[in-house]
């Protein structure tokens, strides 16, 4: 994979993203923002009634000092005493107090629905769709860790950037300049003095985004290991534990969890550092503030309670704010991480395309032809070149030859999970391209060496396929796959659920399972890549002989290491480092006494049987 620390998207790009994100949730973010605005103007007019109290009390107290400014022309009714006023002005700051704290429970609901309840789930739909769609290329690329890290843990993080950056930044926006315009109407000397540490908090906070983002990065991905050893560890148990490796498997994760504790503390060091850096340079303001405004007080050039005293309060909330800067700066860059690492699943070029206006296929006949069909994983042909042949509708092809030779490669491209890098894959004369990729596949049967199955019963799993499939064709593809008896000895029967990934099946079981699986949709092209590799040979025998039924009627690609399948086989193909080395009939071949189906053939058969017969030159059926 390559390192997103130097590939790194550009921060500004993603930033243009994520407020499209925020756009797409325009309405939520608007109530919410909405609803914060009224909080904050609460908050002023709350303090703005505790000023007045208290310059109230001063002329009651002190007869020579001036009378206070009342808000909007209201003024305490003529002739009440003091302490009615005072409690008039107190039942007001308990009321603001009481709506406000309404309107801040509503505000964290809204905000939950908004980012949990809406764009959490919905991105992660998203992500999850593109993964559908995404070629195996791309899964041959990113470990599974990753791929599940981002699926659930970096789409959380991406919703920072909505509530703990854009709503937050914007209320910090307008409470700093609200707040701002109170103080300079109050005594705009008195302002630029307490405000005057502001610039270098904002210095501090930028050279801090600077050096935590990368952590962040890094961060990502340690848990990334993290996710993958036990992923790993769960998939591979049978493994460690047949080769006792146990206590190789817990140092290697006490490794991985070290260096994610290491490089977080790293991050904690840090931001502890920071955010009381940040909370004492914006108390140095209340210094000057006691020292400067104090003198002003004396002076008489600001009144008490609605200069002074809400002063005090402005700044304390504007401190908040600054400080909250630091918060905003470290949401900032943990969204901007994961948001670069989601970006990179959704924007993934989907290689396997539909076609713009595919060639209609309902059932295929079946023909499949390669018109010198050039591979590689790479891009270079380098695992298939100039590989050309037909098999006709219903005929069977065995494909043989050494390991690594390309014969998964080769079946691979008829469903199109790669597409060739020259040449043409033709179903039915058309190329496979032209198709839609669903219908393409819902053509194929496909068996693979190792069969996964879900977490289902075992109905649901052979009806994979097609969910819909009545009771009576389940039990059809499971009688032609040899799999009915053992379900049918099952005391729950079709109904047993399997473990995960079929885990209390024998391997014979589960590929039995796999057939009638793909054998359901009854599909013209049946693909069987060496599906009893597996196996016992016991079992393997069985299988061979649902095979058989399952391949009648359909052009069917066998990888084959029996005797009793090549003979079978209309047509065989060696494959050798690519390239089609041989081909003709199982009798053809072996004619030929120094053709390379004959030399290795006999070393390819996985039972003795085989190779002995082959040996003694007895190849054709006697029984
Ligand atoms: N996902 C992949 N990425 C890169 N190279 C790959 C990938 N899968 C297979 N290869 C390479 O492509 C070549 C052909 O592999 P392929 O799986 O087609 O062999 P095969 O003939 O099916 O072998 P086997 O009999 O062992 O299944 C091999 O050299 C292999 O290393
Ligand atoms: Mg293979």
């Known amino acids: ?356 206006n595919p060639v209609p296929l309902a059932r295929a006949r079946g023909e499949v032809e390669f018109r010198d069909v050039a591979f590689g994983y790479d891009g270079s042909p380098s695992v298939l070149s100039g590989v050309s042949f037909v098999a006709t509708p219903g005929s069977c092809i065995a494909l043989v030859g050494a390991t690594g030779a390309g014969k998964s490669a080769l079946l691979g491209l008829i469903p199109r999970f790669y597409d060739a890098i020259a040449g043409s894959v033709r179903i039915d004369g058309h190329d496979v391209r032209d198709y839609a990729v669903d219908a393409l596949r819902r053509n194929i049967g496909l068996v693979f060496q190792e069969s996964f199955l879900f977490r289902a019963s075992i109905a649901a799993n052979i009806a994979f396929g097609n969910p819909d499939a009545t009771a009576e064709q389940i039990e059809r593809a499971a009688r032609t796959a040899a799999a009915h008896e053992f379900i049918h000895r099952l005391p729950k029967g079709y109904d047993t659920l399997l473990g995960e990934g079929g885990a209390d099946l024998s391997g014979g079981q589960r590929q039995r399972l796999a057939i009638a699986r793909a054998l359901l949709l009854e599909p013209p092209i049946l693909i069987l890549d060496d599906p009893t590799a597996a196996i016992d040979p016991e079992t393997e025998e069985e299988i061979l002989g649902a095979m058989e039924g399952a391949m009648k009627g359909r052009t069917t690609f066998v990888v084959a290491h029996r005797l009793s399948t090549l003979r079978r086989a209309d047509h065989i193909l060696v494959l050798d480092r690519g390239r089609i080395a041989e081909r003709g009939s199982h009798r053809e071949l072996m004619a030929r006494p120094e053709g390379i189906y004959r030399r290795t053939a006999i070393l390819q058969m996985t039972d003795k049987e085989s190779r002995r017969r082959i040996e003694t030159g007895d190849t054709e059926e006697t029984a």
């Open 1 to 356: 994979m390559d390192d997103p620390d130097e590939r790194g998207a550009p921060g500004g790009s993603l930033v243009r993203r994520l407020l499209g994100l925020a756009w797409s949730y325009r309405g939520g973010c608007l109530r919410v923002l909405g609803i914060q605005f009224v909080i904050l103007t609460l908050g002023i007019s709350g303090l703005g009634f505790t000023g007045l109290g208290i310059d109230y009390l001063q002329s009651v107290l002190v007869p020579a000092s001036p009378s206070p400014r009342w808000p909007f022309g209201i003024h305490p009714p003529q002739g009440a005493g003091p302490t009615t006023v005072m409690l008039w002005i107190a039942g007001g700051v308990l009321i603001i107090a009481v709506i406000r704290s309404g309107l801040t429970a509503l505000d964290t609901i809204w905000m939950a629905e908004l980012v949990q309840g809406r764009i959490v789930p919905e991105l992660r739909a998203r992500v999850y769709d593109k993964l559908q769609r995404l070629s195996f290329r791309f899964f041959d690329a990113n470990a599974t860790g990753s791929i599940i890290n981002r699926v659930t843990g970096d789409v959380q993080q991406v919703r920072m950037f909505v509530d703990g950056v854009l709503m937050q930044g914007i209320v910090m926006l307008l409470s700093l300049g609200i707040y701002l315009a109170y103080m300079l109407a109050i005594h705009p000397g008195l302002t630029a003095a307490c405000l005057a540490p502001s610039p270098l908090i904002w210095w501090i906070s930028r050279r801090f985004s600077r050096k935590v983002r990368p952590a962040y990065q890094r961060n990502r991905q340690l848990v990334d290991d993290l996710v993958l050893a036990v992923a790993e560890n769960v998939q591979g148990q049978s493994v460690i534990k047949g080769f006792a490796l146990q206590e190789a498997e817990i140092r290697r994760f006490a490794r991985a969890n070290d260096h994610v504790r290491d490089q977080q503390q790293w991050v904690f060091d840090r931001v502890s550092v920071f955010t009381p850096l940040i909370g004492l340079l914006s108390q140095t303001g209340l210094v000057i503030l006691l020292a400067y405004g104090g003198w002003l007080v004396i002076q008489g050039r600001i009144p008490l309670g609605t200069g002074l005293v809400v002063f005090a309060g402005m700044l304390q909330q504007f401190a908040g704010q600054i400080a909250n800067i630091a918060n905003i700066a470290d949401s900032l860059q943990q969204s901007l991480t994961a948001a670069g690492r989601v970006f990179e699943i959704l924007d993934a070029p989907v290689e396997i395309r539909n076609p713009a």
